[in-house]
């Protein structure tokens, strides 16, 4: 299974950005499928993810209310829309995969930059 994320980019605090996370090989809708961040010097985070059973949708706190998970199984792509950006969500941004919903996620994209600007 091979993941690739894309969409990051710079943008300025306020706006918004939508990752993408495409899926090759295996059964994309057994995975749950997640977002995590690191931030520069810090570890790496969990920000969201959707249920491979049922979709079913979590986030952080620090995300909840700004961030929009969701999956298209069909084209094997999970998406992350992310409006109202701070600086502070300045991260390489990863999706992950995790077959059956077992922690922890098996596979791992390359992950994608967002830069938010003040």
């Known amino acids: 299974v091979q993941l690739q994320a894309s969409g990051g980019g710079l943008v300025q605090a306020g706006g918004s950005l939508r990752l993408s996370c495409a899926a090759s090989g295996g059964t994309f809708s057994t995975y749950t499928m997640a977002w995590f961040r690191q931030a520069p010097g810090k570890e790496r985070e969990f920000v969201s993810h959707?249920?491979?059973?049922?979709?079913?949708?979590y986030y952080a706190d620090s995300v909840k209310g700004r961030f929009t998970i969701s999956r298209d199984n069909a084209e094997r792509t999970v998406y992350l829309q992310m409006n109202t950006l701070q600086p502070e969500d300045t991260a390489v941004y990863y999706c992950a995969a995790a077959p059956y919903g077992r922690e922890p996620c098996r596979y791992w994209g390359q992950g994608t930059l967002v830069t938010v600007s003040s």
């Open positions: 959707s249920t491979w059973s049922g979709g079913r949708t």
